[in-house]
């Protein structure tokens, strides 16, 4: 679809106005600044918006500039992402906090190019950063964005955001008065007002000029897309003991729950019994089974069976105090075999 630029103002101005006045309250937006606003981005690439918005503040007091997250270990980051998902990227902030506090000067580029070089930046975050702490014209096209996009020109063409929806956001972006008003206002006005399956056009500033609207076609827009069937698989979590000590050990750098700890597991693609458990992880004791429970991820559903015993303190593992598991990256699953032992 061309707009005319007569069109384009328009748009780009009624979402600069309906965001300042319609902004939700979040503390980044109290207090917007590069840093702040990367890891903001970094945060909320997998999570739910009002879980980054409690643990953002905790996160930025901590490592309130790139050189203090250099400075830290990982496990210090990896215990503040606790319950947020998606492991590898709190190991790409950190890494990405090394890189700007040693090749940056501990500041946060603003040029796009710079931004794709930094591990875990990806075009939209890239984007982000740039038009929203910086200011530059710069596009971004996520799922609200990508959404409101297809609605306002009644493009029913791509399920997910494709190089039609980028080619239309930098026509917009770059004849905006301000890319951080008119990037985040976008992306605000698909999070509240043309949501995916109720859209408000009633609310809407882009109303008058919004093609789906017009059509009354804004329900199939964009077309669902194929969704690809979860694998399941198996894990076998125990939970050792030994006086009063439990067990731990570190997951592999990559793949999933990257370099969090858990209790001894064995991860498969198929059943085990509970003598293929003890023997894969070469231990003595029968191990008793305490519980079970499903554990879905956006692609695969883990059935894990929790067992427990006591075993000899063993240099293989990790052994950490009962009143001190909080201090321990787990991911939350692990969290969950933790409290199948407790209440058992
Ligand atoms: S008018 Fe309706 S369909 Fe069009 S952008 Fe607004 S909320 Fe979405």
């Not at 006045?21 to 606003?37: I, L, T």
């Not at 020109?153 to 905006?176: F, K, R």
Request: net charge neutral; aromatic share 8%; glycine share 4%.
């Amino acid at each position: 679809m061309a707009f005319e630029q007569e069109e384009i103002l328009q748009i780009t101005s009624k979402i600069e106005r309906w965001f300042t006045k319609s902004a939700r309250e979040f503390p980044w937006r109290n207090d917007d600044f590069p840093w702040g606003r990367l890891v903001c981005e970094f945060m909320a690439q997998q999570t739910q918006i009002d879980r980054v918005a409690q643990r953002w503040p905790i996160m930025l007091q901590r490592f309130p500039e790139p050189s203090s997250m250099a400075k830290s270990d990982e496990q210090g980051v990896l215990e503040l992402w606790q319950g947020l998902g998606y492991y590898r990227r709190a190991k790409n902030l950190k890494k990405t906090a090394e890189i700007i506090a040693s090749e940056f000067g501990g500041e946060v580029p603003s040029d796009i190019e710079s931004l794709l070089q930094l591990p875990g930046v990806g075009k939209y975050t890239a984007g982000a950063i740039a038009s929203i702490a910086f200011e530059k014209h710069a596009p971004i096209v996520d799922a609200n964005v990508h959404r409101v996009l297809c609605r306002l020109c009644n493009h029913a063409g791509d399920p997910t955001p494709s190089t039609w929806t980028w080619q239309i956001s930098e026509l917009l972006v770059t004849s905006c008065n301000s890319p951080q008003l008119f990037n985040e206002g976008l992306m605000e006005l698909g999070a509240t007002v043309c949501t995916s399956k109720s859209p408000s056009c009633d609310d809407c500033p882009l109303q008058s000029c919004c093609g789906a609207s017009k059509e009354n076609t804004q329900r199939d827009i964009p077309p669902p897309k194929k969704r690809a069937t979860k694998k399941r698989v198996y894990h076998y979590s125990v939970v050792a003991e030994h006086e009063g000590e439990l067990a731990f050990e570190q997951r592999n750098d990559s793949g999933l729950w990257a370099g969090m700890w858990q209790v001894p597991t064995i991860d498969s693609d198929v059943k085990l019994t509970e003598a293929q458990v003890r023997k894969k992880l070469n231990l003595k004791n029968k191990l008793i089974s305490i519980g079970e429970f499903e554990h879905v991820l956006s692609h695969r559903i883990i059935s894990f069976s929790v067992f427990a015993c006591k075993i000899e303190r063993d240099r293989r593992f990790s052994w950490v105090k009962q009143d001190s598991l909080h201090e321990l990256p787990l991911a939350s699953a692990q969290r969950k075999v933790l409290a199948v032992h407790c209440v058992t």
